[in-house]
């Protein structure tokens, strides 16, 4: 059983530093003008997360532990959904994205779906602490103000929105 775990890490780690290394491909690859990420805090704190449990997972068999097979199996399991929702961090700030064009906008979803909208068929309406962009009524877009270039994306949709440029120079 000890075993079939740590094989399980040792995938989830070499998954994980896959799309680390994607990440960082992209990030060269795309104009910080015309693309809105999520805030690298999510890509910092799944990184972290995955190798922390990771090398727990790896340092238990060495360590004087309990005997007892039920806590040595929920701690696995435990620190298994750690490293998974650590790559689910990861995996979020690569693959999510708009990116801003001169009438649309292109979303890409969590899932990798991407989805094409027109400025002019969207409407902002700002939170306190996010954005959330409609489209015929239905909010499609909820967008955080910790993420880099969100005032852009409100700014072409709404051209006279300056309400709320003092935040957007704090980035």
Same mark, same amino acid.
């Given at each position: 059983?000890?075993?079939?775990?740590?094989?399980?890490?040792?995938?989830?780690?070499?998954?994980?530093?896959? %799309? *680390?290394?994607?990440?960082?491909?992209?990030?060269?690859?795309? /104009? &910080? +003008? =015309?693309? !809105?990420?999520?805030?690298? $805090?999510?890509?910092?704190?799944?990184?972290?997360?995955?190798?922390?449990?990771? %090398? *727990?997972?790896?340092?238990?068999?060495?360590?004087?532990?309990? /005997? &007892? +097979? =039920?806590? !040595?199996?929920?701690?696995? $399991?435990?620190?298994?959904?750690?490293?998974?929702?650590?790559?689910?961090?990861?995996?979020?700030?690569?693959?999510?994205?708009?990116?801003?064009?001169?009438?649309?906008?292109?979303?890409?979803?969590?899932?990798?779906?991407?989805?094409?909208?027109?400025?002019?068929?969207?409407?902002?309406?700002?939170?306190?602490?996010?954005?959330?962009?409609?489209?015929?009524?239905?909010?499609?877009?909820?967008?955080?103000?910790?993420?880099?270039?969100?005032?852009?994306?409100?700014?072409?949709?709404?051209?006279?929105?300056?309400?709320?440029?003092?935040?957007?120079?704090?980035?």
């Amino acid at each position: 059983m000890n075993e079939t775990f740590r094989y399980l890490t040792i995938a989830f780690l070499i998954i994980s530093l896959g %799309i *680390i290394r994607k990440s960082f491909k992209d990030n060269k690859k795309r /104009s &910080d +003008e =015309t693309i !809105i990420k999520q805030p690298r $805090i999510y890509l910092n704190g799944g990184i972290f997360v995955t190798l922390v449990s990771t %090398i *727990i997972n790896f340092l238990v068999p060495v360590l004087p532990t309990v /005997s &007892d +097979e =039920t806590e !040595i199996l929920v701690f696995y $399991i435990f620190s298994s959904i750690m490293i998974f929702s650590g790559i689910l961090f990861i995996w979020y700030y690569v693959i999510w994205y708009i990116k801003l064009g001169k009438e649309t906008f292109l979303y890409r979803s969590f899932w990798g779906g991407t989805k094409e909208f027109f400025y002019r068929d969207c409407t902002p309406v700002t939170r306190s602490a996010r954005v959330d962009i409609y489209k015929d009524g239905k909010c499609i877009i909820k967008i955080s103000l910790l993420i880099v270039n969100w005032y852009e994306l409100s700014k072409r949709i709404e051209p006279e929105m300056n309400k709320y440029k003092e935040i957007s120079n704090r980035d």
